[in-house]
């Protein structure tokens, strides 16, 4: 019997789950869960995509993730199939790791989104040790919704949930709390039927979002990245040029990050390069953006140029 096909949609808000086979725990140790949300903070930097809460238990992850114009399959299928990549060499096994392909639903209104949020905020209750204090669990967004600590993976928007009500931020943390407390022991359903007070809640909340457009011309992103680094035209279709890998890395970032490209068609566009070498810039230039402050805010430049 085929699939259903996916529910998407480019301004979409996903409630977003990949499962583990049976047989295998998703994560074995911390620095698995350290791994992946290193991988989702790369290809968030690819996608520019936007997380508002997550969870990682050992056999399954919750995501909520804001699209924000790109395509939820191919971010999903980045960052599974990399981890995937990543577990197998590093357990010597081999063979698929995840359930399937992952699950995803449509988060349609504030009352969904906010306790969706709650529901799998109370997600590492089951886990030993954390039954009554899922705020202190280092792979849920609890703590940082709370204000416990920053985000060690600068990967959360946590203003976003909150800014549907008014209040200041303490105060807003402190009726978050409470709400997580409230749904303890409810499924995401009976939060959303429950007749819980969500306080001042504003307009909906699609009316505040910004899309990110991604069918910016390929030609306008290659002028962008050569003005940038003051580069001679054409000098990045030369296929042995050491100095021209900074570039390249960079281009492709922002190929796929704005003009909703793949892997094959940079190719196309650089010219005399396999798909392999493009992913592999394509992780530089997630580095260099992540470490380097000349790029640290290269893609936004882009847009503030262009918009």
């Known amino acids: ?51 508002y809460a997550y969870c ?66 109370n997600n590492p209750l089951d886990i030993p040790g954390y039954k009554n204090n899922p705020e202190k669990y280092s792979y849920s967004s609890l703590y940082i ?9 600068n990967v959360v928007d946590d203003r976003f949930i909150l800014s549907l009500f008014n209040g200041n931020k303490k105060r807003l943390r402190k009726w978050y709390m409470e709400l997580v407390k409230e749904t303890r022991t409810m499924d995401i359903q009976h939060i959303i039927e429950e007749e819980i007070e969500f306080q001042d809640e504003r307009t909906e909340y699609r009316s505040e979002r910004k899309i990110l457009v991604r069918n910016n011309n390929v030609e306008d992103v290659v002028r962008f990245i050569q003005d940038k680094l003051k580069l001679e035209k054409n000098l990045m279709h030369i296929k042995y040029r050491k100095d021209m890998i900074e570039a390249k890395a960079l281009l492709i970032v922002l ?40 790029y640290r805010n290269i893609i936004n430049d882009f847009i503030v140029c262009n918009y």
């Not at 892997?263 to 953006?289: D, F, P, Q, Y």
């Open 145 to 153: 919704y709370l204000g416990i600590k920053k985000d060690e993976f």
């Open 56 to 121: 990682l238990m050992d056999n399954h992850v919750h995501l909520i993730i804001d699209s924000n114009g790109a395509d939820i399959s191919k971010i999903m299928h980045c960052i599974n199939f990399k981890y995937a990549n990543y577990f197998n060499n590093l357990h010597k096994r081999h063979g698929h790791l995840f359930q399937d392909r992952f699950k995803s639903k449509i988060v349609e209104n504030n009352r969904y989104l906010i306790s969706l949020s709650a529901y799998i905020h």
């Open 1 to 51: 019997m085929p699939r259903a096909a996916r529910k998407k949609s480019e301004d979409a808000i996903y409630h977003v789950m990949a499962r583990s086979i049976s047989e295998v725990d998703l994560f074995k140790s911390e620095e698995d869960k350290n791994q992946y949300m290193k991988i989702l903070k790369e290809y968030q930097i690819v996608y520019n995509f936007k997380v």
């Open 255 to 294: 190929l796929r990050n704005l003009c909703g490209i793949g892997c094959k068609e940079i190719c196309g566009v650089l010219g005399n390069i396999t798909s392999s070498r493009v992913s592999k810039l394509c992780s530089v230039g997630v580095s260099l953006i992540k470490n380097n402050e000349a």
